[in-house]
Each structure stands twice: as C-alpha cells, then as structure tokens.
C-alpha cells in the first residue's frame, strides 16, 4: 500500500522556520518527483517545490525561493522541506504528494501540469504576525 505521511507542521512566528517531513512507502518504484503543495483557506491549492528521481532536480515557485530548501534522504525513503523567514502568507495546509509523470517536462508550469498520484493527508502550517 503506497502512502505518504507528512510531520512538522505547527506554529511559528513570521520570521521564524519549520522543517516538514514526508515519509513515503509502498512505492515498487521511485517516484518520478515528489512535491509539496500548499493551500490557505479560501484558496487554490499551489504547488511549491519539488524534487525530481533524476539527479534530485529541484524546482521551487518564485515567492518561495531564497526562502525554502527541498531536499531528499533516499536511504530514509524521506522528502524535507526546510522553510525560513515565514511570512503570515506561508500559512496552509501543506500536502506532500508524487508526481505521475517527469515533472522536469513542464519546466516553470510545472504546478500546473501536476498530476498528483499519492498525496499525504497534510500538515498545518501557521504563521503568527
């Protein structure tokens, strides 16, 4: 049974950090990405960073970089999202979820084309002003 399982959600002031885990398992094969996507009440879901099985690509949407870091343990089956210097703005439900098909083939638009195979049951994230 494939699954991923999200960690380290909860409450921070702005400018502060939380480091979030996502542990997946059941997979026969690696992934072809895995991203974390985010959504605020009232609001769409948006994709934030990924991170590709090829060479560990990573790609991040605009308001996020310089900010968050994505990042893999492959020997823990474990995909991270370190964010520093969160804003009230940062505020979601943050989901971790595996790409059905090659991210890296939709270059920046890649939130758009996101078909989530498996995704997390989400970790609140929320920032105090």
């Known amino acids: 049974q494939v699954q991923l399982v999200e960690s380290g959600g909860g409450l921070v002031q702005a400018g502060g950090s939380l480091k979030l885990s996502c542990v997946y398992s059941?997979?026969?094969?690696?992934?072809?990405?895995i991203g974390w996507f985010r959504q605020a009440p009232g609001k769409r879901r948006e994709g934030v960073a990924y991170v590709a099985k090829e060479d560990d690509y990573k790609e991040y949407i605009d308001s996020v970089k310089g900010r968050f870091t994505i990042s893999r343990d492959k020997s823990k089956n474990t995909v991270y999202l370190q964010m520093n210097n969160l804003t009230p703005g940062d505020a979601a439900v943050y989901y971790c979820t595996t790409a059905a098909h090659p991210p890296r083939l939709y270059g920046k638009s890649w939130p758009e084309h996101w078909q989530g195979a498996v995704w997390g049951q989400g970790t609140q994230v929320t920032v105090s002003s």
């Open positions: 059941g997979f026969r094969k690696e992934p072809h990405g």
